[in-house]
């Protein structure tokens, strides 16, 4: 998604950016040269400086996933042998066969996450 008069700048383009400053030549003659602002040159340089890269890497976001692709399988397999199964008997069969503790939050964000959603349990009023 390009916002404003953003347009992207292939990683190549930035290495040669360094490169041509690490030979002398300066930000206006680089931005010159390339096409490019003053700012966004400065930023690529900066950036290298900081990091020893001219491109930035994503942060990890959130905290690592607690169950493995196995112990989600796992879970999957149990809800399609028992659809009724409850959060708690999940997390009790993960405690004893996956030997892992993890939350009924975490057993339901998961199912979710994969497609699986709970069952709502309502009562049929039968009025003659």
Same mark, same amino acid.
């Given at each position: 998604?390009?916002?404003?008069?953003?347009?992207?700048?292939?990683?190549?383009?930035?290495?040669?950016?360094?490169?041509?400053?690490?030979?002398?030549?300066?930000?206006?003659?680089?931005?010159?040269?390339t096409g490019s602002s003053h700012q966004t040159v400065?930023?690529?340089?900066?950036?290298?400086?900081?990091?020893?890269?001219?491109?930035?890497?994503?942060?990890?976001?959130?905290?690592?996933?607690? =169950? &493995?692709?196995?112990? %989600?399988?796992?879970?999957?397999? +149990?809800?399609?042998l028992t659809p009724d199964i409850f959060l708690s008997?999940l997390q009790s069969a993960l405690r004893e066969v996956?030997?892992?503790?993890?939350?009924?939050?975490?057993?339901?964000?998961?199912?979710?996450?994969?497609? =699986? &959603?709970?069952?709502? %349990?309502?009562?049929?009023?039968? +009025?003659?």
């Open positions: 998604m390009m916002h404003g008069n953003q347009r992207h700048i292939p990683d190549a383009a930035k290495q040669q950016w360094f490169v041509m400053s690490t030979h002398g030549m300066t930000l206006k003659a680089i931005a010159q040269v400065n930023r690529v340089l900066r950036l290298s400086q900081l990091t020893g890269s001219v491109v930035r890497k994503p942060l990890e976001s959130g905290r690592p996933c607690l =169950l &493995t692709a196995q112990d %989600v399988a796992y879970l999957i397999s +149990c809800v399609e008997e996956r030997d892992i503790e993890v939350s009924l939050a975490t057993i339901e964000q998961t199912l979710h996450r994969h497609g =699986l &959603t709970h069952k709502h %349990v309502c009562k049929i009023c039968l +009025c003659m």
